[in-house]
């Protein structure tokens, strides 16, 4: 009678341990589980923010590629202009005009002083990010 009391008591004993241990395993999956979704989450805000600087980055390079495009456009223009202010007709030619070489000298000096300083800005804008 004693071996049964024994043995029952250790059935109860057992399976009591057995339940307390499937109560923290389950327990420990439940975490396991809260912290894999909390990583997943992470790494996700963490792809948006990289796309987000990523285009934001590439808008910033667009808009100083144009800044830069249109300030060499200006620099031709009043290149151009230049040019034109300092034609003179050649004689018994109609319509013909030659521009003579001081000018045409000082007009590309101008102009690459000017393409200079135009992509010393966007060199300096690219480098601080600004």
């Known amino acids: 009678m004693l071996k049964k009391i024994v043995a029952a008591v250790l059935i109860v004993l057992a399976s009591g341990t057995w339940?307390?241990?499937?109560?923290?395993?389950?327990?420990?999956?439940?975490?396991?589980?809260e912290l894999r979704a909390a990583m997943e989450q992470a790494r996700a805000e963490a792809l948006a923010r990289a796309k987000a600087a990523a285009e934001a980055r590439a808008a910033f390079?667009?808009?100083i590629?144009?800044?830069l495009a249109t300030c060499k456009a200006t620099a031709e223009k009043a290149n151009e202009d230049f040019l034109i202010q300092h034609q003179k007709p050649v004689?018994?030619?109609r319509g013909q005009f030659t521009i003579p070489?001081?000018?045409?000298?000082?007009?590309?000096?101008?102009?690459?002083?000017?393409?200079?300083?135009?992509?010393?800005?966007?060199?300096?804008?690219?480098?601080?990010?600004?």
């Not at 339940?19 to 589980?33: M, R, V």
């Not at 800005?121 to 480098?127: G, I, L």
């Open 61 to 63: 390079e667009s808009a």
């Open 91 to 93: 004689r018994r030619k």
């Open 65 to 67: 590629l144009a800044e």
């Open 19 to 33: 339940g307390y241990l499937d109560y923290l395993n389950k327990q420990e999956i439940k975490e396991a589980a």
């Open 101 to 130: 070489k001081a000018a045409m000298d000082e007009a590309a000096k101008t102009l690459e002083d000017a393409n200079a300083a135009c992509q010393t800005n966007y060199d300096t804008r690219f480098k601080n990010g600004s």
